[in-house]
């Protein structure tokens, strides 16, 4: 059974950080590549970042790009969003999403 399970959401300030992580089970994790997506209030679901399978490559959206890293922790099946410089529009459940799988979602909101 493959299972996806985000944690590290939170209340932050604007211009504080946070790191999400998401554990992964059920399938081989370092083989495929691993995305966080996020859901504003009001918003529809948009991609956030991209990391393939091995790490080396990773992509951002514009809006968070400079602002946030993925990485992967492939002995450990972990992914990871280091966000920093955070802003109020950064507001949304994160999740993280492989293997066409999705976990539950952690709140990250940003306000001060």
């Known amino acids: 059974q493959v299972q996806l399970v985000e944690t590290g959401g939170g209340l932050v300030q604007p211009g504080g950080s946070l790191r999400l992580s998401c554990v992964a089970s059920?399938?081989?994790?370092?083989?495929?590549?691993m995305y966080w997506h996020r859901q504003g209030p009001g918003k529809e679901r948009e991609w956030v970042a991209i990391?393939?399978?091995?790490?080396?490559?990773?992509h951002y959206a514009d809006s968070v790009k400079g602002r946030f890293t993925i990485s992967r922790d492939n002995a450990k099946n972990t992914v990871y969003l280091q966000m920093n410089s955070l802003k109020p529009e950064d507001t949304a459940v994160y999740y993280c999403?492989?293997?066409?799988?999705w976990g539950q979602g952690t709140q990250v909101t940003v306000s001060s």
């Open positions: 999403n492989g293997h066409g799988s």
């Open positions: 059920g399938f081989t994790f370092s083989e495929y590549p």
């Open positions: 990391i393939m399978d091995k790490g080396g490559i990773t």
